[in-house]
């Protein structure tokens, strides 16, 4: 496996790959979520591109930019015993210049739910995954359907700029009681990651309740609200979107997102299910 941190060492290193290249982009603390993006990129492409990046840009001031868990040798070995080609570790410097051109997320799809919680924080997110496709060239890249919102967006933005790399949605990896595998899991204590457990739960309650025919979306939040009432400590929003993130009134199955984002401690989750 091949490590580079220098943008030009990228591209040339990427030239010279003529087989068919899939692209895993991380913020790094890698776990199982992660691997399964790697293992189906391994399965589906000739060679294996992974960037860890921790890209200040898409952090909010007051944010975790500085304590968000960075654990480079553990991720190092992990991406190779996972048969990564290469492995891309930009220092900020390399990344970004003074004073850039800036993309920006759409007025309302960018600015709803999770861009109203963290605004700005896709437009950092899109700047970013720009300049890795730019860099990378991947004929697929492959994103997590538990950032709904970003992978949607980051569809949307290679529709808009006709980018030819291809995005390959990828199912949420959980631990074995439901909660949704994340990077800052590890931020919480054993009481908070117990309550957290709730988020999954409500998910989980919904699903039923739409397989027992259940279609209006008012009654699915406010299952759902239930089961997280006194176990998280803020519920920033429950929805239920389309696969445009256009908020829906009725859930037509195939059709659907429902969303949570909420507070345990100090700890911010998110969490969906797509029905
Ligand atoms: P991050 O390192 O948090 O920026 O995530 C990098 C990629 O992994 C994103 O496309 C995420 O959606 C994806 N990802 C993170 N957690 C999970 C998970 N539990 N299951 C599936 N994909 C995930």
């Known amino acids: 496996m091949r490590i580079v941190r220098e943008c030009a060492e990228l591209i040339a290193t990427r030239d010279a790959m003529e087989e068919s290249v899939g692209f895993v982009p991380t913020m790094g603390a890698l776990h199982e979520g992660h691997l399964s993006l790697i293992r189906r990129a391994r399965e589906?492409?000739?060679?294996?591109?992974?960037?860890?990046?921790?890209?200040?840009?898409?952090?909010?001031?007051?944010?975790?930019?500085e304590k968000y868990p960075r654990k480079e040798e553990a991720d190092r070995k992990i991406c190779e015993l996972a048969g990564v080609d290469l492995l891309f570790m930009p220092t900020p410097e390399a990344i970004y210049g003074a004073d850039e051109l800036r993309i920006e997320a759409p007025k309302v799809r960018g600015y709803i739910l999770e861009?109203?919680?963290?605004?700005?924080?896709?437009?950092?997110?899109?700047?970013?995954?720009?300049?890795?496709?730019?860099?990378?060239?991947?004929?697929?890249?492959?994103?997590?359907?538990?950032?709904?919102?970003?992978?949607?967006?980051?569809?949307?933005?290679?529709?808009?700029y006709f980018l030819r790399t291809r995005i390959v949605p990828c199912e949420i990896v959980r631990d074995p009681d439901g909660l949704a595998l994340s990077s800052r899991n590890v931020y919480l204590s054993p009481d908070e990651r117990r309550r957290a457990?709730?988020?999954?739960?409500?998910?989980?309650?919904?699903?039923?309740?739409?397989q027992s025919g259940v279609r209006e979306a008012s009654a699915i939040l406010e299952a759902m609200r239930g089961v997280l009432e006194g176990e998280v400590d803020e519920l920033e929003y429950v929805a239920a979107v389309d696969r445009e993130f256009?908020?829906?009134?009725?859930?037509?199955?195939?059709?659907a997102i429902l969303l949570v984002a909420a507070r345990v401690g100090t700890t911010r989750l998110i969490d969906n299910l797509w029905v």
């Open 115 to 160: 861009g109203a919680s963290r605004p700005g924080h896709f437009d950092g997110v899109l700047q970013v995954v720009m300049k890795l496709l730019n860099l990378t060239r991947p004929d697929r890249a492959y994103f997590g359907k538990k950032d709904a919102q970003q992978l949607v967006l980051v569809e949307q933005m290679v529709r808009n």
């Open 44 to 65: 589906e492409n000739d060679r294996v591109i992974v960037s860890i990046f921790v890209n200040p840009t898409q952090f909010l001031e007051g944010e975790d930019l």
């Open 197 to 210: 457990l709730a988020i999954s739960r409500s998910l989980k309650r919904a699903g039923k309740l739409i």
């Open 246 to 255: 256009r908020p829906v009134e009725r859930i037509e199955p195939g059709e």
